[in-house]
């Protein structure tokens, strides 16, 4: 199984950027679709962004289609997420997670998980 941990969380103010960073140990990460999702107090896990193996395909949650970037670099077993026009609503732990298998928009598709990491926007 694949070791993920995260970091570039961290305190913003509206409209700033964040770039998180989740580096794998134990397997490669070009076996696997990676993925990252967030949990704010109170509600449930939600996808954000999703990254195929090989090809670069990314998937976007609506509420940050053209405002996050999803992107990986195999080579240093790394995926990115840029955050761009940070909303207070962004405000969430957000996790980076791997699945083996078929692409997935929903929390029960990815079968590893890093410890998260906290982003707040402030108003």
């Known amino acids: 199984q694949v070791q993920l941990v995260e970091s570039g969380g961290g305190l913003v103010q509206a409209g700033g950027s964040l770039r998180l960073s989740c580096v794998a140990s134990?397997?490669?990460?070009?076996?696997?679709?990676m993925g990252w999702l967030r949990q704010a107090p109170g509600k449930e896990r939600e996808f954000v962004a999703g990254i195929s193996r090989n090809l670069g395909l990314t998937y976007y949650a609506d509420s940050v289609k053209g405002r996050f970037t999803i992107s990986r670099d195999n080579a240093k077993n790394a995926v990115y997420l840029q955050m761009n026009s940070l909303k207070p609503e962004d405000t969430a732990v957000y996790y980076c997670?791997?699945?083996?298998?078929?692409?997935?928009?929903?929390?029960?598709?990815?079968?590893?998980w890093g410890q998260g990491t906290q982003v707040t926007v402030s108003s």
């Open positions: 997670a791997a699945s083996d298998g078929v692409v997935s928009t929903r929390p029960a598709g990815f079968s590893s």
């Open positions: 134990g397997r490669t990460l070009s076996s696997y679709y």
